[in-house]
């Protein structure tokens, strides 16, 4: 079983960037795929960016080409880099893992989940 731990968020401001850190214990990080999901007040869990374990990676439609995922797996941690970042992106940030797998955008497909970390963007 795998433990997550989130950090690195914080308030910036419309055009700033961001990287938040997961960390991972407990597990053999190398068999997991490893995802962010990002969650605003009042909406639903959004998938945000997913790195599969086979090393493929995928990335909401929101983020394309502004956010970049990347894992290190001698460290078991997984990064997620945010550029130009917007108002929209505010949100608390979710780090997910599931064994084996593909890196799917859906919330029900990992087992294992961080609580987060809070990223605010002023405009």
């Known amino acids: 079983q795998v433990q997550l731990v989130e950090s690195g968020g914080g308030l910036v401001q419309a055009g700033d960037s961001l990287r938040l850190s997961c960390a991972a214990s407990g597990g053999n990080f190398d068999s997991y795929t490893v995802a962010w999901f990002r969650q605003a007040p009042g909406a639903e869990r959004e998938f945000v960016a997913g790195h599969s374990f086979i090393n493929t990676t995928s990335y909401g439609d929101s983020v394309k080409g502004r956010f970049t995922i990347a894992r290190n797996n001698a460290e078991s941690s997984v990064l997620l880099q945010m550029d130009n970042l917007k108002p929209e992106d505010t949100a608390n940030y979710l780090c997910?893992?599931?064994?084996?797998?593909?890196?799917?955008?859906?919330?029900?497909?990992?087992?294992?989940w961080g609580r987060g970390t809070q990223v605010t963007v002023s405009s």
């Open positions: 997910a893992a599931r064994l084996w797998g593909t890196d799917t955008p859906y919330t029900t497909s990992y087992s294992y």
